[in-house]
């Protein structure tokens, strides 16, 4: 797994980066090794898309809140799986880097205003719009890490519009 750890952008061997004070010691005790780290990643990707899957079977029973809380706990949870295999820090400095930094707040946002919509408000129609710009905002920041890819969901998209327009 060394591979992929320092295609990552991680440390290729630990041992060469040892030192004997105080700092480096508490620093190895709090760092995870490669193979946890993959299977932390491993394991919240997985737990977050068995959350968002669930999640529908809330939506189609109209359990807008059960839907709305589950769906978006699956999202955050497997956008948080990453943060195993590159450290939180480097997590949030990728997110709001300028090319990812306006999907990062509409998703938060969106996120955010989804549970308040289906939990304070219970405003079902709301929840729904906000679950819709929460995936679009997702899906966008995504295909930040793509290249080529959001110049790809543009092209289909424009295409779409046109062919209906045509049509109509």
Partial sequence: MSWMWASLG??????????????????ESLTLSTTTRFYGF?????????LSVL???????????KFAVTYSLGN???????????GPAKQMRNMFQPARALA?????GSTGLTLYAALVLRNRPLTILLVFVQ????????????????RCIKATITGVFNSVRRAA
Avoid: K, N, Q
Avoid at 104 to 108: E, L, W
């Fill in 76 to 86: 955050l949870i497997s956008l948080a799986s990453s943060s195993f295999l590159i």
């Fill in 104 to 108: 990062s707040v509409v998703y938060i």
């Fill in 10 to 27: 991680g440390r290729r061997d630990r041992d060469e980066e040892r030192g004997d004070g105080f700092l480096d010691e508490l620093h």
């Fill in 42 to 50: 491993l394991m919240f990707f997985l737990l977050g898309m068995i």
């Fill in 135 to 150: 995936f679009c905002a997702l899906v966008w920041y995504c295909a930040s890490y793509i290249p080529f890819a959001r």
């Fill in 55 to 65: 999640s529908t079977s809330f939506l189609a029973s109209m359990r807008l809140s």
